[in-house]
Structure formats: C-alpha cells, structure tokens
C-alpha cells in the first residue's frame, strides 16, 4: 500500500516492476484494488490502462 502512496498514478507494467511480480500477478491486485474502490481506471480503454489512487490526489486538488 505504500507504493500507492509513493506512485498514486500507475500502470499494470509500473506494478509488475515496484513489486516483482508477474504481469498476471499484477493485473489481478489491480484489478482487486479497482473492485474495491481504491484505485480507478481512467482511460476507458482494455490495454495500457492507467490507474488513479484517486481518494490520495484528491486531497491535493487545488480549490479556489
């Protein structure tokens, strides 16, 4: 969880590599933490998806 913290934007192929795991491996906690409401896909697209640990960025959204 602290990779989130530390990389709040990322890829299925930034996971494999921060944890060295398995590209399936990877997919499978992400798409666990989507599920879940942690992180949120926002391409809409089924490959080189890019996920958002949204609730974490939000807290450094500009308000004016």
């Known amino acids: 969880m602290k990779t989130l913290y530390q990389h709040p934007i990322t890829d299925i192929r930034a996971v494999t590599q921060l944890l060295g795991v398995e590209t399936n491996t990877a997919t499978y906690l992400i798409n666990d933490l989507v599920k879940y409401g942690v992180l ?3 391409t809409g697209k089924r490959r080189n998806r890019i996920f958002l640990f ?3 960025l939000m ?6």
């Open 40 to 42: 949120e896909e926002m």
């Open 54 to 56: 949204k609730e974490y």
């Open 59 to 64: 807290i450094f959204r500009r308000v004016d």
